[in-house]
C-alpha cells in the first residue's frame, strides 16, 4: 500500500530564517505530486506540481520554491521566511498516466507552520 | 477564466436534517471533472466524490451529487445530517488537459449540531 510522509509534523520558525520541508510517497512509482499551503481556516492553494523527477511547474511561488530531487520526494523551501507563511503546507501525490482531469489526489497528513 | 464558486462559507444545521452545499463552476471547456473533497478538524483532505458524467448521481458514504453542466453545477446532497459530517467541504475543477492544476471552491465548513 502506498504511504505519504511529510516532514517535520510542525515547526516554528522566525521571520527571515530558512525552511525546508519534505513530502515521501512510498508505495506508488512515478506519482505526481503536488504542494499545497492552507491559510488557518482558509482555503486551499495549490503552488506546485511534479510529473517527473527534476521537473517542478509553480502555480502560485508565494515567494517559496519546490524541487523533486528522487522520484519519491518532494521538497519546499524558501531562504527567508515572512510572517505569511504562516499555514498547514499539504503534499499531494496522483497517479501519473491517467490523464490530469481523472486524477484523484492523496494528501499527506501536512506540516503546520508559525512563523513568528 | 475558470473558477469554482461556492456560495456558502457556513452552513449550520441540526442533525438529522438534509443537507445541501453548493457548487457552481465557470470553464470554457466542454468535459470538465468536478470533485468534492472533505477535510475534517486537523485532518487532511479526501476525495469524497467525483464525476466527469453529465446528469449522473454519484454516491459515496451517504452524500451524492449529480454533474449537470447545462447549469455548471455540482451540488452536494445528504438526506439526512449526522453529527460527524461537521467537517470542511471543497469542490474542485479539472479538465482532461488540465496542466495537473485542481482549481478549488472556496471551501463550506458544515456544522452539524445535535
Known amino acids: 500500500a502506498q504511504t505519504i510522509h511529510q516532514w517535520p509534523v510542525a515547526e516554528i520558525k522566525a521571520v527571515g530564517s530558512p525552511l525546508s520541508l519534505g513530502c515521501t510517497i512510498k508505495g506508488k512509482s512515478s506519482p505526481n505530486l503536488y504542494w499545497y499551503w492552507q491559510a488557518t481556516g482558509g482555503t486551499l492553494q495549490q503552488l506546485f506540481y511534479?510529473?517527473?523527477?527534476?521537473?517542478v511547474e509553480s502555480v502560485v511561488q508565494l515567494n517559496l520554491s519546490a524541487s523533486r530531487p528522487k522520484d519519491d520526494q518532494f521538497i519546499l523551501s524558501t531562504e527567508k521566511l515572512l510572517l505569511s507563511h504562516s499555514g498547514f503546507y499539504l503534499c499531494?501525490?496522483?497517479?501519473?498516466?491517467?490523464?490530469?482531469?481523472?486524477?484523484?489526489?492523496?494528501f499527506g497528513p501536512g506540516t503546520r507552520l508559525l512563523v513568528l | 477564466g475558470d473558477s469554482v464558486t461556492q456560495t456558502e462559507g457556513l452552513v449550520t444545521l441540526t442533525e438529522g436534517l438534509p443537507v445541501m452545499l453548493n457548487c457552481t463552476y465557470q470553464?470554457?471547456?466542454?468535459?470538465?471533472?468536478l470533485f468534492w473533497y472533505v477535510q475534517h478538524l486537523n485532518e487532511s483532505p479526501r476525495l469524497l466524490l467525483k464525476?466527469?458524467?453529465d446528469n449522473k448521481r454519484t454516491e459515496h458514504q451517504g452524500f451524492h451529487a449529480t454533474l449537470h453542466k447545462s447549469s455548471s453545477s455540482f451540488h452536494l446532497q445528504k438526506s439526512s445530517a449526522q453529527l460527524s459530517d461537521s467537517a470542511l467541504y471543497y469542490c474542485a475543477l479539472s479538465f482532461l488537459d488540465s496542466n495537473y492544476q485542481l482549481i478549488w471552491g472556496s471551501g463550506t465548513k458544515l456544522i452539524i449540531k445535535p
Open positions: 464525476s466527469f458524467t
Open positions: 470553464t470554457i471547456y466542454s468535459n470538465p471533472f
Open positions: 511534479s510529473i517527473t523527477v527534476g521537473q
Open positions: 499531494a501525490w496522483s497517479l501519473r498516466g491517467q490523464g490530469a482531469g481523472q486524477d484523484t489526489q492523496y
